[in-house]
């Protein structure tokens, strides 16, 4: 029987992001505390017949070519092991697209931790996260999942424990924002930088309101400047009562914490007033059992 393989590609959101310094390559040096949440795309690999690689994506805004992240994995270990068989990655997109939630990233991993199954490749999975670097810098965090200090371009791992369990409000306005221009439109000059080591220790000593004093992101101010919608919701999420609010990544997606479940319902129902994309999952924050 044709052999296949489902598997989860988590969301991320940044809990803290800073950058420190542009680098000679033209990337940014970050400093940031990456964590997943329970809201994934499955991604399904089937054995082929024949030797090449096949996409397909129920969304219509996820390319369905060499331009996939998941495609892009698939075709490193391919050609790095010298595997001579097919296979068929069909995407169930969850997670909204261009969306600053590391959608496309985790659908590499995902398909890298995958295939390492499916060929029977033996990898370690620190071995699948360096691999995971060259597909892209969220990459290699997100082949481990749970949540961690990401250092250098953002492919360096520093494992943390899972924050406390709390609820998460997510709100994408109808944009797609481009990494690369909020990361050219950064002013290094006069840039706020949180306190990622205060997080840390909020964190470790699962303290959720010290997580909430000290959650920030300098890319925030850049996007929302490009993109007043974003300031908007991010302004009401606030006056509805979350107990943190930051935009995730390069954004445009905004979330609140929020650590009663009593409140969740009122700041969904404020959100989905004037936001079509509003979603209420759990922080997951665990590393990958696969
Ligand atoms: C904003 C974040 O999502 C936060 O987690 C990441 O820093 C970006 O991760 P990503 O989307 O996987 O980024 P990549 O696909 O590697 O890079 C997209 C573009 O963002 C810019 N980029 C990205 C990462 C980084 N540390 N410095 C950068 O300047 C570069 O212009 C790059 O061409
Ligand atoms: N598997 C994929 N899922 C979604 N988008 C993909 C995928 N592969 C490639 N892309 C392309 O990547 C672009 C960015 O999509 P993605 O959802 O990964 O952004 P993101 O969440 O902002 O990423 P990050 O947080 O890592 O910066 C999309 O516009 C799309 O064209």
Same mark, same amino acid.
């Given at each position: 029987?044709?052999?296949?393989?489902?598997?989860?590609?988590?969301?991320?959101?940044?809990?803290?992001?800073?950058?420190?310094?542009?680098?000679?390559? =033209?990337?940014?040096?970050?400093?940031? +505390?990456?964590? #997943?949440?329970?809201?994934?795309?499955?991604?399904?690999?089937?054995?082929?017949?024949?030797?090449?690689?096949?996409?397909?994506?129920?969304?219509? $805004?996820?390319?369905?070519?060499?331009?996939?992240?998941?495609?892009?994995?698939?075709?490193?270990?391919?050609?790095?092991?010298?595997?001579?068989?097919?296979?068929?990655?069909?995407?169930?997109?969850? +997670? !909204?697209?261009?969306?600053?939630?590391?959608? =496309?990233?985790?659908?590499?991993?995902? #398909?890298?931790?995958?295939?390492? /199954?499916?060929?029977? &490749?033996?990898?370690?999975?620190?071995?699948?996260?360096? &691999?995971?670097?060259?597909?892209?810098?969220?990459?290699? $965090?997100?082949?481990?999942?749970? #949540?961690?200090?990401?250092?250098?371009?953002? @492919?360096? +791992?520093?494992?943390?424990?899972?924050?406390?369990?709390?609820?998460?409000?997510?709100?994408?306005?109808?944009?797609?924002?481009?990494? *690369? @221009?909020?990361?050219?439109?950064? /002013?290094?000059?006069?840039?706020?930088? !949180?306190?990622? @080591?205060?997080?840390?220790? *909020? +964190?470790?000593?699962?303290? $959720?309101?010290?997580?909430?004093?000290?959650?920030?992101?300098?890319?925030?101010?850049?996007?929302?400047?490009?993109?007043? @919608?974003?300031?908007?919701?991010?302004? /009401?999420?606030?006056? $509805? =009562?979350?107990?943190?609010?930051?935009?995730?990544?390069?954004?445009?997606?905004?979330?609140?914490?929020? %650590?009663? %479940?009593?409140?969740? %319902?009122?700041?969904?129902?404020?959100?989905?007033?004037?936001?079509?994309?509003?979603?209420?999952?759990?922080?997951?924050?665990?590393?990958?059992?696969?």
């Amino acid at each position: 029987m044709e052999k296949r393989i489902l598997i989860k590609a988590p969301a991320k959101i940044n809990l803290s992001l800073d950058v420190l310094h542009k680098r000679d390559d =033209g990337y940014h040096e970050v400093k940031m +505390i990456m964590t #997943t949440i329970d809201l994934a795309d499955r991604i399904e690999l089937a054995e082929l017949n024949e030797d090449k690689i096949k996409i397909a994506s129920q969304n219509r $805004f996820v390319p369905d070519d060499e331009r996939n992240l998941a495609y892009q994995a698939a075709k490193l270990l391919k050609e790095r092991y010298n595997v001579k068989k097919g296979v068929y990655i069909s995407i169930l997109k969850m +997670i !909204p697209v261009a969306a600053g939630l590391a959608g =496309g990233s985790s659908d590499a991993a995902a #398909t890298l931790r995958g295939l390492n /199954k499916l060929w029977n &490749l033996g990898l370690s999975i620190d071995e699948l996260a360096e &691999l995971g670097a060259q597909i892209g810098s969220d990459v290699s $965090f997100c082949v481990y999942g749970g #949540t961690a200090l990401a250092t250098g371009r953002g @492919e360096k +791992i520093e494992h943390l424990p899972a924050p406390p369990p709390c609820w998460v409000i997510l709100a994408k306005p109808t944009i797609g924002v481009s990494t *690369a @221009e909020v990361y050219r439109n950064l /002013k290094l000059e006069n840039i706020k930088h !949180p306190n990622t @080591e205060a997080m840390i220790d *909020a +964190i470790c000593n699962q303290d $959720f309101h010290g997580i909430c004093k000290n959650v920030g992101n300098v890319l925030e101010s850049v996007t929302l400047q490009m993109y007043p @919608e974003v300031h908007n919701i991010k302004t /009401k999420m606030e006056r $509805f =009562g979350a107990d943190a609010v930051l935009m995730s990544g390069s954004g445009p997606t905004v979330y609140g914490l929020v %650590q009663y %479940q009593s409140r969740l %319902q009122r700041i969904y129902n404020g959100l989905r007033g004037f936001c079509d994309q509003v979603y209420a999952v759990r922080l997951l924050g665990k590393r990958h059992l696969d």
